[in-house]
């Protein structure tokens, strides 16, 4: 699901407005990374396409871009990983859905 909704959706995506609120990041985001010391592991994630954010081949417009392109994909593949939980209602098992959708949640979330 990452991969078609980063392939079908990024493209659309081609311009977005990086001073939008929506990607300023908060007090409580800002206390949070700190906590979870994010600058000392964050290198060590893997990157789809790190030539996005390579600054030898863009400028810092088209980078800051790509990564409000980026959050806006991790937020709807967030919400999507809900999806899973309207099988229950085909399957039973309510639990096991929300369980996993999410666990779902959660690695997209870090994985932003």
């Known amino acids: 699901m990452r991969l078609i909704i980063g392939n079908v959706i990024g493209p659309t995506l081609l311009h977005v407005d990086s001073s939008n609120k929506w990607f300023r990041q908060t007090e409580l985001e800002n206390k949070l990374y700190k906590v979870l010391q994010v600058k000392d592991w964050k290198k060590f994630l893997p990157t789809y396409d790190s030539s996005l954010f390579d600054l030898k081949i863009h400028d810092l417009d088209s980078i ?44 997209e979330n870090f994985a932003s």
Do not use: K, R, W
Request: glycine share 2%; net charge negative; charged share 5%.
């Open 64 to 107: 800051i871009n790509n990564m409000c392109q980026v959050e806006l994909i991790h937020e709807l593949v967030f919400i999507l990983s809900l999806m899973p939980i309207a099988f229950s209602l085909y399957f039973g098992d309510l639990y096991i859905f929300v369980i996993t959708s999410i666990i779902a949640m959660m690695l």
